[in-house]
């Protein structure tokens, strides 16, 4: 099932406000973060990233170049583009956002930006084949399948490659979703949160939901179910809270009890490692820009100054404000009809 485009649009337009909100030039919305709570949650992404990232170089993976899906602000993408010296790409559909990364890359004191690009999860602007490390933290629960997300994440990577994806949560089945709340809670909220009844009874992500942005929570099922298209991965499922890991395999789906009690009880976070296996090696190219490809027929692109030329397709795909906009011209019509 493919995300449908009034989510898309809804992206678009949420995400613009609120980066205006962190970037602090207006309050659209008292219930998400303000200008310097929003550092706050980053400062504390690229610290959980920066480890996860050196487990990963420790397992000999190689991180570059890289492409992050759903990057948002851009700020682990920075990361690894400054702290692990990695070139790569981010890529999001909220062209507000990836033209935030800059300023809170500064802020969070990571001196070298990806490549920024501007497109749809659904329809990676990448040559089969081709990229190492392909990475999403928080992404795939706004479609309403991770399937072609994921299918899409496998395609573009190359052989011997990783596609790795974390912060996704689980279902938790004890619980009502009478409303949905935000990031800053209510008065009432707050009181309900310490009589430790509120996550029993209220789903995240309230604004958003009311822009079109989906915020799905999928079930242990659908995980493996999915993930059945990987032919080496291993998956750690964990209770949102408290109680143990789980870790999993292709072969060995078996998930402890407890752990799978616990995330009924209190929802859960998943995170997963695929390698990936293609008959053949990628092409070497001389340049990362080598590696995009035409959203509309995936053939080769070629740079002029300040556009992106599809000579098959006869499509020109503009950069503007270092963001290069790689979404099919219909849809980019659709979610930027002045681009
Ligand atoms: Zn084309």
Not at 160 to 166: D, I, K, T
Request: charged residues 25%; positive net charge.
């Amino acid at each position: 099932m493919r995300q449908p485009q009034k989510s898309k649009f809804g992206e678009v337009v949420f995400r613009q406000k609120l980066v205006d909100q962190h970037l602090g030039k207006n309050k659209s919305f008292p219930g998400q973060p303000d200008q310097k709570q929003i550092l706050d949650v980053l400062k504390e992404r690229v610290d959980s990233s920066r480890k996860i990232f050196k487990n990963l170089q420790k397992r000999n993976l190689t991180l570059s170049p890289f492409l992050e899906i759903g990057a948002e602000k851009c700020q682990r993408a920075s990361l690894l583009s400054s702290g692990f010296k990695s070139p790569g790409f981010a890529l999001d559909i909220s062209f507000e956002s990836l033209k935030s990364a800059a300023y809170f890359a500064k802020k969070l004191k990571l001196n070298k930006l990806p490549v920024l690009i501007c497109a749809d999860a659904e329809n990676l602007p990448f040559a089969d084949n081709s990229l190492p490390f392909v990475f999403a933290f928080e992404t795939l629960h706004h479609f309403p399948d991770p399937r072609k997300t994921l299918e899409e994440m496998k395609r573009v990577t190359a052989n011997n490659g990783y596609v790795f994806f974390s912060e996704e949560p689980v279902k938790q089945t004890v619980n009502l979703p009478v409303w949905r709340r935000d990031f800053n809670l209510t008065k009432y909220e707050k009181i309900l949160k310490k009589l430790f009844i509120l996550p029993f009874l209220s789903t995240l992500g309230a604004s958003e939901t009311r822009y079109g942005i989906l915020e799905n929570v999928f079930p242990v099922s659908t995980w493996q179910s999915c993930l059945k298209m990987f032919e080496e991965i291993e998956t750690i499922y964990e209770p949102v809270f408290f109680g143990p890991k789980s870790k999993v395999g292709r072969n060995n789906q078996f998930i402890n009890p407890l752990t799978r009690f616990l995330i009924g009880l209190q929802g859960g976070g998943i995170t997963a490692l695929a390698k990936i296996k293609k008959p053949q090696n990628p092409p070497t190219v001389k340049n990362v820009y080598d590696l995009l490809a035409c959203p509309k027929c995936r053939k080769k692109l070629s740079r002029n100054i300040s556009t992106f030329n599809c000579k098959s397709c006869k499509q020109t795909y503009p950069i503007k404000d270092k963001v290069i906009f790689l979404l099919n011209p219909v849809l980019r019509k659709k979610l930027y009809p002045n681009i």
